[in-house]
């Protein structure tokens, strides 16, 4: 049954009896019909037999920390899925197992269908993992657009000895990574700043060139740690729409770490909730806000600041 998107205080003040806030007018969001798979876990029923991301018993050791213990998770192929919790709860640790900046102390991560095992990060990225930082990392005195072609050189075309000798084919390949970057920037509606120097575009914007950065390498699943983080409400509603934008025209899958939880709440299909390290509720968006452990742990002092 459809719901009303209220946002995420809203349902929060009605759920403790309070008289909701203004609506805000928002639109109204089809509940994203979800169905179980083995791991006990849940992935959107047009995504069944179809998983992009398998995680199981994953986890990591920094000396005595146990920073990541036991995690399962089950992203579907076109899911946007959420990872949050507490802060030093683990989650960009395991973004940082996912992409191979650490090796797993235990359990094994399967990208479409394939063990990840031993792989390195320039590996698992053209297999098909992209992400973004908590922290902006871009090449701060390039171009816009060369940011993007750097995203776009995992698929390089020509080989170092045609790039350097400025072969033809060199150009061929300049040309259509020029095309495709401005492309990829107009999915942002980004494309007039090609030629601005990354380091100089105002914050929001830079968070959604990094977003397009990742997209070039052409992913399969897409890892945004906290992308909203800094962003004015306006500038968040945006990148909603744009988040998903992104799983509808590239149908790829989205994981993303945040602390919003009109964000979470309001684009999330699946939601895994991390606390030191250990998976305490997966579910969807309903079931997350209504589990008393999670609201514990998280959600109820999500509204103190
Ligand atoms: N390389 C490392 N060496 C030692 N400890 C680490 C390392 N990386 C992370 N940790 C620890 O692991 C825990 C989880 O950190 P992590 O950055 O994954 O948290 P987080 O959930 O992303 O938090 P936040 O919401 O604040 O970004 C923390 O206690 C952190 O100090
Ligand atoms: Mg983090």
Redesign the pocket.
């Known amino acids: 049954m459809p719901r009303t998107e209220g946002t995420y205080k809203a349902q929060r003040a009605a759920a403790e009896g309070k008289a909701p806030e203004a609506t805000k007018g928002k639109k109204v969001r089809e509940h994203t019909k979800m169905v179980p798979v083995p791991n006990d876990y849940i992935i959107p029923e047009r995504d069944a037999g179809k998983v992009v991301l398998e995680c199981r018993h994953l986890g990591i050791d920094?000396g005595g920390?146990h920073?990541v213990e036991d995690f399962n998770l089950t992203v579907g192929k076109t899911e946007i899925a959420g990872l949050i919790?507490p802060?030093?709860?683990?989650?960009?640790?395991v973004f940082n197992l996912l992409t191979k900046v650490y090796q797993p102390t235990r359990g094994t991560i399967m990208l479409d269908g394939v063990d990840t095992a031993g792989m390195s990060t320039d590996r698992v990225c053209r297999e098909g993992i992209a992400r973004t930082f908590?922290n902006i990392r871009l090449f701060d005195s390039l171009t816009v657009a060369d940011n993007v072609k750097i995203g776009l050189h995992n698929q390089i075309a020509c080989t170092m000895a045609e790039g350097i000798f400025r072969f033809p084919r060199h150009w061929i390949s300049e040309n259509e990574f020029q095309k495709r970057a401005l492309e990829l920037l107009d999915v942002f509606g980004m494309a007039d700043n090609a030629d601005d120097i990354a380091g100089s575009l105002p914050y929001g914007a830079q968070r959604r060139l990094e977003i397009v950065r990742a997209l070039a390498t052409n992913p399969k699943l897409l890892l945004l740690d906290?992308p909203a983080a800094g962003m004015n409400p306006v500038e968040t509603e945006e990148l909603m729409g744009n988040i998903r934008k992104i799983r509808d025209d590239f149908q790829i899958a989205i994981l993303l770490?945040e602390?919003d939880m009109d964000l979470v709440m309001g684009i999330c299909e699946g939601i895994a909730v991390?606390n030191f390290g250990k998976i305490i509720a997966k579910g969807t968006p309903e079931q997350i806000q209504a589990n008393p452990q999670v609201i514990e742990a998280y959600l109820g002092k999500q509204g103190e600041d």
């Open positions: 920094f920390l920073a919790g802060n030093g709860a683990g989650k960009t640790t908590q906290e770490i602390h991390l």
